[in-house]
């Protein structure tokens, strides 16, 4: 059996993006949050850089949890799985499968606020797991966690390394809040790009065949789309840099030329002076030490860690504790 709940309808989709927008171009320097990529063509895009050679952490994490799929199972007896950020759902299967296995699995509830990324992805698994009961949730990670059904025996997995979007103190605050959602005892499973050479870094998020780059222009033409924006995309160049003191990696946009933007939604115009730069996203990678601290001063204790021959990706396993 699957649903689709929707917490996000048109409207409050398009109330945040136009504060995000509006709040964003009009800062020094500009941003945009990375969540504005994803209509159902930033979606596909998303899906086709999972299969880029460079970008190694889709497969990577999918090797490990492949590994190791049957121990979570074992360790946590998940009754309901919950994914944040689900996507298509497609390393979720590893999981769904070994819970199945188990015996002790009776729900799945992926969230998402690609409602196309979302709907194909529940079809889809109500028809490979038709004793499943599956429960889409459109909706935000930071905004929505309260609406997430209540429970016991729930694991959390928040995958493929999207923790990574946020800043620390946005990390405390989404770490905090998911704690404070959960019973003592249930689980988060998380999934974290690790700091590596940037040699291995900046090609993953600056392909040769520019996918990343189509990706990273894709929020100015959903700007154009939903706010009746005139941004010309190919007037900016795709830029990813290391930072690596903070220890991200940095998606911006940087315009070619002078250009000003006329955003007719909210009766705005912005003007780019050439070379100037528009961060779309910050991308952390992380260290294992720096993560259980993370997760400790939240109320998850880091029980179980498992990352691949390289040390590239990491997949930590943290219990919800009594604070
Ligand atoms: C989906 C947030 C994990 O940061 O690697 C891929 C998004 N951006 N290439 C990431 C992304 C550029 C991705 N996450």
Redesign the pocket.
Known sequence: MSVLEKHLDEQDLARSLRDDVRVGLTATPKSLP?KW?YDARGSEL?EE??RLPE?Y?TRTERSILREHAGAIARITEAKTLVEL?S?SSEKTRLLLDAMLSRGTLGSFVPLDVSESALSSAVDALGLAYPGLSVTGVVGDFIRHLRRLPDGDGRVVAFL???I??LVPAERSAFLGDLRSVLHPGEWLLLGA?LVKDPGTLIP??DDAAGV?AE??RNVLRVINRELRADFDPLAFEHV?LWDAEREW?E?RLRSLRDQRVHIAELDLDVAFAEGEELRT?T?AKFRRAGLAEELAASGFALRHWWSDPQDWFGVALAQAITT
Do not use: K, Q, V
Request: charged share 10%.
């Open positions: 990375p990529f998303f850089i999972t970008y952490p950020g996507g493929g390394g999207t990574g979007n790009d993953a998020y990343t990706f990273n990813a990696i998606m996203e991308s």
